[in-house]
């Protein structure tokens, strides 16, 4: 009995075997070692709604009359506001006004307090300073780097004063004229010449 062509067989259908094992394994594991990375815990591709940004909002100086939603600066003003943009929602700001040079000595001049609206805007009361320069620093809850700063004049014309009443008309009695002088009485005449005559002279 020839048994080589047996053992040729079964070496040819052992290796098949080997071969479709491997090709499994290699469709299911598509690269050596890599594993898939898992999110980490409360992050996605998108932040969360309402999530603290920092320092990503502005604040303006800005003119009495000027509305809260005009985004410019104004660096020169009167009677003033400050107005801030898109901060984080309800964050709490503190903020200092301090005289400046060239005018000031980086003296407080003015400081207050705010808490931002939901959408991280708001704004402080009107008021003034003395005319001069000034700058603003503006610190707030979560902020990573210095705190907001901007320079400003205040520049108020100068007031002329009211004119007051007229004065009213003197009561007083009018002075009268002096009485005049006496004059000097006329000079007497003088005494009569006599008068020579040819008439005799009788006892």
């Given at each position: ?10 070496t040819i259908v ?140 205040v520049a108020c ?47």
């Amino acid at each position: 009995m020839n048994t080589i062509p047996w053992r040729a067989n079964l070496t040819i259908v052992a290796g098949a075997a080997l071969m479709a094992t491997g090709l499994t394994v290699a469709v299911a594991v598509p690269g050596a070692g890599a594993q898939p990375v898992a999110p980490a815990h409360g992050q996605s591709g998108n932040a969360a709604p309402g999530a603290r940004k920092g320092d990503n909002g502005t604040v303006k100086i800005h003119r009495s009359a000027t509305p809260v939603t005009d985004r410019r600066n104004q660096p020169h003003v009167c009677v003033f506001y400050l107005d801030a943009f898109g901060f984080d929602p309800g964050q709490s700001v503190s903020w200092q006004i301090k005289s400046w040079p060239p005018t000031g000595s980086r003296a407080v001049a003015a400081s207050g307090a705010l808490a931002l609206d939901a959408s991280g805007d708001g704004r402080t009361d009107d008021m003034t300073l003395q005319n001069g320069h000034y700058k603003l620093f503006w610190n707030f809850t979560g902020e990573h780097g210095f705190a907001k700063q901007k320079v400003f004049w205040v520049a108020c014309p100068a007031t002329t004063p009211t004119p007051g009443p007229s004065p009213a008309p003197s009561t007083s009695p009018a002075p009268t004229s002096p009485a005049p002088t006496p004059t000097s009485p006329a000079p007497a005449a003088p005494a009569p010449t006599p008068v020579k005559t040819t008439l005799p002279v009788t006892g």
